[in-house]
Nanobody, 128 residues
Framework: QLQLVESGGGLVQPGGSLRLSCAAS????????IGWFRQAPGKEREGVSC????????YYADSVKGRFTISRDNAKNTVYLQMNNLKPEDTAVYYC?????????????????????WGQGTQVTVSS
């Protein structure tokens, strides 16, 4: 069974850091671009970041640029999201999934899931 499992969430104060992990089972991650998505209460799910199959291209939503860093270790079949300088508005359930990303005609970044097959996610709460 193909599965992506998220971990690493938690409660952190504003300005703090967390590192999320996305581990694959049942398939090899290095054939896929993998991204992180999040959904806050009452809001639609949004793309946060996406990393290419080889890790040579990364994409970020404007709201997290300069604070979040996506990386991958294909040998460990895992993708990471390092989140620094966290803000209360980063509070959400974070999911990982296969992704597609790029730049639209107006140079804005799009990050979309390849499918809507979501795991359980990991809760990130930023609060004092």
């Amino acid at each position: 069974q193909l599965q992506l499992v998220e971990s690493g969430g938690g409660l952190v104060q504003p300005g703090g850091s967390l590192r999320l992990s996305c581990a694959a089972s049942g398939f090899t991650l290095d054939y896929s671009a993998i991204g992180w998505f999040r959904q806050a209460p009452g809001k639609e799910r949004e793309g946060v970041s996406c990393i290419s199959r080889l890790g040579d291209r990364t994409y970020y939503a404007d709201s997290v640029k300069g604070r979040f860093t996506i990386s991958r270790d294909n040998a460990k079949n895992t993708v990471y999201l390092q989140m620094n300088n966290l803000k209360p508005e980063d509070t959400a359930v974070y999911y990982c999934a296969r992704c597609t990303a790029g730049y639209s005609g107006d140079y804005s970044t799009y990050i979309n899931p390849v499918s809507e097959n979501w795991g359980q996610g990991t809760q990130v709460t930023v609060s004092s």
